[in-house]
């Protein structure tokens, strides 16, 4: 006599009946189902054997049931979106809730990236430099009248420029081949001097070249000098002992311009979201 092979639950027999395994256990289907099978979020019955269990974020479909909130549309092997749990094809969600890009005021549809900043949104390629016109992206920027500008853009359009970096590249500097700074910004402490801004590095004696931060200074047509040097070359001296006469003990004293953030304070970085 066979042996019984009975369903593991309700102990029916499964002999000529399609049954399920799960844990090496059988179970016929009535019982598979009403004990394992996922519920459709959408008519809340239970996905059978024989229907594909679509699943998102835990939750289930039936193959029927798998469509957009709004148009009622398939979302099977379709990109789709979600809003207050609720299922959208793209066209839908984007018509309904995608953000407008602020420059060239098209739909940022979903599944695309979007750069956002102070409440505006961009698309990626449409976030560009005013003056290089090169996308930002993730790269620090500075806003000025309502425009956006890459750090090195915005240096060399509006960053205070260094009187000597300026004579240097104009090849009339007094000391031409010790400048390191040609062309640099000034983006950090640097000096005034007859009203015009200096990198610490290139505000230097003219006869030593040490640099003058800290320390009195004056000038000779409209050179700056240190003490030393100014007395040395054109003070004159003691017909006793030689010394040069300076009386030059209230002469210019270095002025600091701290321009440390003047710029940086504004720096920007600019925000990136899947949409």
Not at 248 to 256: A, D, E, K, T
Request: one cysteine or more; proline letters at 4%.
């Amino acid at each position: 006599m066979a042996e019984r092979y009975d369903c593991h639950y309700c102990k029916e027999s499964l002999f000529g009946k399609k049954y399920v395994l799960r844990d090496e256990n059988p179970y016929c289907v009535e019982c598979y189902e009403s004990l394992y099978s996922n519920t459709c979020e959408e008519c809340k019955k239970p996905i059978g054997c024989n229907s594909r269990d679509l699943s998102y974020k835990d939750r289930h479909w039936h193959d029927d049931c798998f469509h957009c909130f709004k148009c009622h549309r398939s979302l099977v092997d379709k990109p789709f979106s979600t809003k207050d749990e609720q299922l959208l094809c793209t066209e839908c969600y984007s018509n309904e809730y995608s953000s407008k890009c602020f420059e060239c005021k098209k739909t940022i549809m979903p599944g695309s990236r979007k750069m956002e900043h102070k409440g505006n949104s961009w698309h990626e390629t449409c976030f560009t430099c005013q003056r290089c016109q090169q996308p930002i992206g993730t790269k620090s920027f500075i806003p000025k009248d309502n425009n956006s500008y890459c750090v090195p853009c915005y240096e060399k359009q509006f960053a205070l420029q260094c009187v000597h970096c300026k004579k240097v590249h104009s090849k009339k500097c007094w000391h031409f081949l010790e400048c390191k700074n040609s062309l640099n910004p000034i983006t950090t402490g640097g000096v005034t001097y007859h009203g015009q801004p200096w990198h610490k590095d290139c505000f230097l004696c003219t006869g030593c070249k040490e640099q003058l931060s800290g320390q009195r200074f004056t000038s000779r047509d409209d050179f700056p000098y240190c003490l030393n040097c100014f007395c040395n070359l054109y003070a004159k001296k003691c017909a006793e002992c030689t010394t040069p006469i300076s009386g030059m003990s209230n002469q210019h004293i270095y002025i600091s311009l701290s321009l440390e953030g003047a710029y940086q304070a504004s720096i920007n970085t600019i925000n990136i979201f899947l949409n």
